[in-house]
């Protein structure tokens, strides 16, 4: 079965730091780009951070750059992100979704994950 699977989302204090992982199931994130999107309550779903399938390039929404880092590992065929300095309106459920070969940030995104929730607050 072809899966992402998620894992990392919780709640932290404002100021906190969280790692998200996206591991991939039954097939491989090589040749893929990787995105972070969120969607927070009575929200559309927006955009958070992209790597390109080489991990040369990354993308970040201007709200969380500069806090957040998103990386990969091939070899364990995982990617991450990295949030710190993490804010109350960073509340939402974070998903993680793969592009078909070759594709850039800007694919389509054909596998997703099964969404964490990641609640900042006090």
């Known amino acids: 079965q072809l899966q992402l699977v998620q894992s990392g989302g919780g709640l932290v204090q404002p100021g906190g730091s969280l790692r998200l992982s996206c591991a991939a199931s039954?097939?491989?994130?090589?040749?893929?780009?990787i995105g972070w999107f969120r969607q927070a309550p009575g929200k559309e779903r927006e955009g958070v951070s992209c790597?390109?399938?080489?991990?040369?390039?990354?993308n970040y929404a201007d709200s969380v750059k500069g806090r957040f880092t998103i990386s990969r590992d091939n070899a364990k065929n995982t990617v991450y992100l990295q949030m710190n300095s993490l804010k109350p309106e960073d509340t939402a459920v974070y998903y993680c979704?793969?592009?078909?070969?070759?594709?850039?940030?800007?694919?389509?995104?054909?596998?997703w994950g099964q969404g964490t929730q990641v609640t900042v607050s006090s």
């Open positions: 979704a793969a592009t078909p070969y070759y594709e850039d940030c800007s694919g389509t995104y054909r596998y």
């Open positions: 039954g097939f491989t994130l090589d040749y893929r780009a």
């Open positions: 790597i390109s399938s080489s991990g040369g390039s990354t």
